[in-house]
């Protein structure tokens, strides 16, 4: 087995994470809590790479005549994995600086080891299938714009109108784009691609134990992300419910 060498944009996108993440913590969101400046900076450069992700890998995907499921990787296709592993490292190290004091880091940090591990035997072991995993990243990353402008109006408070507002306005559409996204295309897509990987379709590429790990842990995310967008879901009904007792009272 000839020794893994790893590609030269992989510390690059990394360094540039880290830049970005520093650019808003120091500079940006600078006026900014102890407790919020970390987690927005956070948000900075997940939405830098959420938005550009989704355009990377469309194209990535769009100019290779012969994608499927278990195609050789592309020279756009490898870049791609190399740009979201730096920014899933960077973030690593946010969590790992920055504990939260909600908690849940735990879920993060063990969420970005299993996407790296996907992502990194992708990209460095066998070469092939990147073509379904950044499928399945447009689809993760297309709400984006959306999480992360909700994450930092909820994080900048209520003493500022503007992200009240904000924050208002985006949370419907974020959670019916997100619950599209996660409990509807993804599944669907999953279920393809996993039928594609049962029936021998990448075995003479992709050894069984790899494309299996990559199942439960793409099976496990979208679980997770069901679940939390579902609890989402059951607040926000809660909270127009209660609302609306309060207005009946009143009257």
Sequence with gaps: MEPITISKDLPLFFSIFIFVYLLGYLFIFRKWTPETRP????CLISLLHG?????????ALIFDKNRGFSSVNTQSQNSVLDFSSGYFLADLIHLAVFPSPAGGDSLFAAHHVAVLFVFLTCRYMVGHGACAL???????E????????????????????????????????FYV????????VAPLFIVKMTWVYVTGGADDVIPRWVWVSWTVVIVVAVTVSILWIWNLWVLLFQEKYSKMKIAKKIQ
């Design 39 to 42: 987690l927005a900076s956070s």
């Design 142 to 173: 297309a709400t984006s714009a959306c999480q992360n402008s909700w994450t930092l109006a909820a994080a900048r408070g209520l003493d500022a109108p503007i992200a009240v507002g904000i924050h208002r306005f985006v949370t419907v559409p």
């Design 51 to 59: 938005v550009s992700a989704v355009y990377l890998a469309t194209s």
């Design 134 to 140: 950044l499928a399945l990243l447009i689809i993760a």
């Design 177 to 184: 784009l997100y619950s599209v996204c996660r409990c509807v």
